[in-house]
């Protein structure tokens, strides 16, 4: 069976939705999942067939996975899941982690407890997909952790930033996240933040955001080591 036919075999079309996005969010989420992994071809025409629709959207949805830099696009040749760029994953980091020491600082200072219940009620759902066997549970429910922060500090919107930023880190973080311990290390860092939220401490919240948010590119030479293929400097 053909990768794309893997990935997307069971895909149905909201029908009453334009469909370019939704195309586009199931090629995202399978190329962030690393299910179509770097080197993928991607044929328009094969994609059309799958999803039941044009290539006129298939296109749309590959123009905007360019944008982000998640595919290579060779007009009139191919279209290929790209190589992990090391430099731009870096630079998402940075921007995540300098709008995240806000957020958290932010919701230090006046800790909400209907914000607090919401935070500890995911790092919980996320204690229940921490086997290897939900990864991509437990992967939304830590991003889903995250936007929750936004939300609370007033700032979803650049949630939507960082989302659209983070393509790369993100693969990098779900090649990490196999790593034994990584999901309990995961929810630690999540309790740890709760806490440090809760307690009206702005300054400590920022350490255990900080902390958090630095452990897959910590990692970084190990992560390249064991996937040389997947990855550009």
Not at 118 to 141: D, I, K, N, T
Not at 190 to 209: E, T, W
Request: hydrophobic share 45%.
């Amino acid at each position: 069976m053909p990768v794309i036919e893997k990935v997307i075999e069971k895909v149905r079309l909201d029908r009453s939705r334009h469909a370019a996005p939704q195309v586009f969010e199931k090629l995202r989420e399978a190329i962030v999942a690393l299910d179509l992994v770097p080197g993928t071809v991607l044929a328009r025409a094969e994609l059309a067939e799958q999803f039941g629709i044009s290539q006129t959207p298939i296109r749309d949805a590959l123009l905007k996975l360019g944008e982000e830099g998640l595919v290579d696009i060779f007009p009139q040749h191919a279209t290929v899941v790209s190589r992990i760029d090391i430099s731009a994953a870096k630079q998402a980091h940075y921007l995540r982690r300098s709008i995240e020491l806000e957020v958290v600082r932010t919701l230090a200072q006046q800790p909400d407890p209907a914000t607090l219940e919401r935070l500890r009620a995911q790092v919980e759902r996320m204690v229940l997909v921490m086997g290897p066997e939900h990864y991509s549970e437990f992967v939304a429910a830590d991003q889903d952790f995250h936007r929750l922060m936004y939300e609370a500090a007033g700032v979803a919107g650049l949630w939507d930033l960082v989302r659209r930023m983070s393509g790369h880190v993100d693969r990098l973080r779900r090649l990490h996240l196999p790593t034994e311990g990584k999901t309990a290390a995961v929810v630690q860092d999540h309790r740890a933040i709760v806490d440090a939220i809760a307690a009206g401490n702005p300054a400590n919240a920022q350490d255990q955001l900080r902390a958090h948010l630095s452990g897959t590119l910590s990692q970084l030479d190990e992560i390249c080591a064991r996937h040389p293929d997947y990855v550009v400097a």
